[in-house]
């Protein structure tokens, strides 16, 4: 079974490549040129017909790692340019020897001026700013930044697009939009949610032959996993199972206008695996439901007693999906939530949760940005600058389990070490694409899984599903039903 995907943050990453040169003797410069071994080794194999190649260089070991490159690059009789953000001499001891390396060989290397076309070339690679990115780029690096993303040539980046931020993914100004990132030592925690899913490309690691006991003696900060980790949550089922076995959803939501989303979210249950699927909606919603899905068990719901006696029934609630924010709806609200029962809350679950916080029992809240920002009392922009950081924020202050989504969903829940779900595409930033998530994170809790659990493997299953999807008809026009099939088939690995 693959193991998930360890993630780490740049001091542990900087700790991991001080002891390797402290204890266990590695050259500082051997780890650079390792680094741009292993980085040009991918360039040819992604790019095998290459010929003209332009290095972009930061001050720092960043562009170190860039003009070794050039260099390597240059003896396999590749054309190689340099440019270097400022003239100024490069700022560490590896980076100037590895600028001096390449003078030797005859290299010569330009100072960039904004305003000027860079040279014409078949790929760039970008070695400006690696994880000593401190502040947003200005100057001439934004302008280079801005000109390869102008450039409309393959980019290659080193250890990260420059520009982003490698702990939280986020980019705070100008950023290099990579078709393909080497990284190096370890895996970035920030090159997996937000922005870093729009720039980095795809992502291979160049761990550079550190023993594993030198990494495994920093802390890792979060895992990773993709649609080949779904078997670890998803084991065959019992040859002696029977119904009673899977849990029984209770779906509350479908406000008049709003029926679909409280739909598309039962038969998100059903085809998750949950043995019963319910739901409590207006009236209007359940011939239409009953008509089109015959294995749900819709009921209309004027008054909450009606929903308790419903609830009474449910070993789980998924709350939220197309709830409204009425009287209806808050009466709904009020009761699921004082029936205690595990409960998956979305959408307008949530922003009744924020205008009226309380106490929740065993509970997976699913907020996209602009939710968790209503939660925490922040803006959507400011999630997004720190994806972990809110969506650990938001499990603490509600003791819950958190899925923030967007691109590169994040599970946080207190006492568990966050997971990046590095699946999903932007067909899935659609209507009814968060309802169904809600359904299948509440069939998984009805089949017995622990929250924080149904909340990775739920999220994996509808990002795998979306994936599948959209590989078989495209992004733009992905339905939300469309992920039915493949919910099924990934739910069964
Ligand atoms: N032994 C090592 O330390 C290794 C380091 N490696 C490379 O070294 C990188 C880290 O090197 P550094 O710590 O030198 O950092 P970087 O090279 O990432 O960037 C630091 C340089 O950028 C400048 N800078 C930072 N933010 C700026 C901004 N907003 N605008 C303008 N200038 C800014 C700094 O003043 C400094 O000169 C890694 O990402 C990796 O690419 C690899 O060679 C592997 C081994
Ligand atoms: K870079």
């Known amino acids: 079974m693959h193991p998930p995907i360890a993630l780490y943050r740049s001091d542990a990453i900087r700790a991991i490549d001080r002891r390797a040169i402290e204890h266990d003797g590695i050259d500082a410069y051997a780890l650079m040129t390792r680094a741009a071994a292993a980085a040009f080794a991918a360039l040819q194999r992604a790019w095998p017909s290459a010929r003209r190649v332009c290095v972009l260089c930061g001050q720092g070991n960043n ?3 860039g003009f070794v490159l050039a260099r390597l690059a240059r003896m396999a009789g590749l054309a190689v340019q340099v440019l270097v953000v400022d003239a100024r001499a490069a700022s560490t001891e590896s980076a100037r020897r590895a600028r001096e390396q390449w003078q030797d060989i005859g290299g010569s290397t330009q100072v960039f001026e904004a305003g000027v076309p860079l040279p014409d070339c078949d790929l760039l690679v970008d070695a400006i700013f690696g994880i000593g990115l401190r502040r947003a780029p200005e100057g001439a690096a ?30 705070p100004g100008a950023a290099v939009r990579a078709e393909r990132t080497v990284t190096f030592i370890a895996h970035k925690q920030g090159l997996f949610t937000g922005r870093a899913r729009a720039l980095a490309g795809t992502v291979e690691l160049a761990a550079l032959g550190i023993a594993a006991a030198t990494r495994d003696a920093q802390p890792l900060s979060a895992f990773a996993v993709d649609a080949r980790h779904l078997a670890r949550w998803l084991a065959p089922r019992r040859r002696d199972a029977h119904k009673g076995d899977h849990g029984h959803v209770l779906a509350i939501g479908g406000d008049s206008g709003m029926g679909g989303a409280v739909r598309l979210c039962a038969e998100a249950a059903l085809r998750a695996g949950a043995g019963l699927v319910s739901v409590a909606t207006r009236d209007g919603n359940v011939g239409a439901m009953l008509a089109a899905r015959p294995e749900l068990m819709p009921r209309a719901v004027d008054e909450p007693e009606v929903l308790r006696a419903l609830l009474d029934r449910a070993d789980v609630v998924a709350l939220g999906p197309g709830l409204g924010r009425g009287d209806w709806s808050r009466d709904l609200f009020d009761a699921a939530l004082a029936a205690a029962l595990p409960t998956v809350l979305d959408a307008d679950a949530l922003n009744l949760l924020a205008v009226a916080p309380r106490a929740l029992g065993t509970a997976v809240l699913t907020p996209h940005p602009g939710e968790a920002g209503r939660l925490l009392d922040c803006s959507a922009a400011q999630v997004e600058a720190d994806r972990y950081a809110a969506a650990e924020a938001l499990a603490r202050r509600h003791a819950a389990t958190v899925v923030l989504k967007g691109a590169g969903s994040i599970v946080a829940a207190p006492g568990h070490t966050p997971v990046v779900i590095a699946a999903g595409n932007p067909g899935m930033a659609g209507g009814g694409m968060g309802d169904v998530l809600t359904g299948v994170i509440a069939a998984l809790l009805a089949q017995g899984m622990a929250p924080f659990d149904a909340a990775c493997a739920g999220a994996l299953l509808h990002a795998a599903a979306g994936d599948a999807a959209a590989r078989e008809g495209g992004e733009r026009g992905l339905l939300a039903s469309d992920l039915f099939p493949h919910l099924r088939r990934l739910a069964n690995p």
């Open 63 to 65: 562009g170190g790692d």
């Open 142 to 171: 934004h302008a280079l930044i801005e000109a390869i993303n102008a450039a409309d040539r393959h980019v290659l980046a080193l250890d990260l697009p420059s520009g982003l931020d490698a702990d939280s993914g986020s980019a």
